[in-house]
């Protein structure tokens, strides 16, 4: 039995890791602000934490950790003459420095296990520019560089990272972007493959990224995106 780490895993995409880890029989220590849906589970520890407040550690990390996946983001979209800096500096608490307080807390009992492994998110705003994402592709990029920086700084290590990088995805914290039946369409009609993306599209490249099937891989940025990051369709 793996002890995975996940940071947000009580909403959306962290929810459906969360669910899909149990259901592979390992055990879930899931770190949120609220608990909210998540059913009671003999293999589920869950303790409160507010990442986007200071503060060092995480209550109650098992001796090995096997995998982390931190989960915690934000979605702020605004003309970049209308966000002021305080908006930046949250979307940078919440996206980089909880995730780097989720890490460094993690590495010691990271480092006791035999394929260790750690997912980050990234969008695929960072490497395809969209208007109105200057706050949220600040605070992903740095997300994106970080990741690559640990995979080399780690690699000796045995520890893995890599960081998905989705598009628009259905789930609690893009609710007010698909609102309507004509906000739904017209997502859809923006990615090549004609939909937009489900939690259980991004949970899945999760689930690969912490399993022994991608033992190989580190220090990737992967788009989960429907196209939407490549393709140009004609």
Known sequence: ?????????????????????????????????????????????????????SGDGLPGLPEQVDALVYCPGSINLAPFHR?????????????VLGAVKCIQACLPALKKAESPSVVLFSTVAVQTGMPFHSSISSAKGAIEGLTRSLAAEYASSGIR?????????????????????????????????GRFANPGDIAAAALFLISQESSFVSGQIWGIDGG???????
């Open 83 to 95: 966000i002021k800096l305080n908006a930046f500096e949250d979307e940078f608490r919440i996206n």
């Open 228 to 234: 939407i990051g490549n393709l140009r369709m004609v």
């Open 1 to 53: 039995m793996k002890n995975i780490v996940i940071a947000g895993g009580t909403k959306g995409i962290g929810a459906e890791i969360t669910s899909r880890i149990l259901k592979n029989g390992d055990r879930c220590f899931v770190y949120a602000r609220e608990q909210h849906d998540l059913p009671d589970h003999e293999n589920l520890v869950f303790n409160s934490i507010d990442f986007a407040l």
């Open 161 to 193: 990272f890599n960081a998905i990088a989705p598009s628009l995805t259905d789930t609690p914290l893009a609710s007010k972007l698909l609102s309507s039946p004509e906000k739904r369409e017209a997502s859809a009609k923006r990615h090549p493959l």
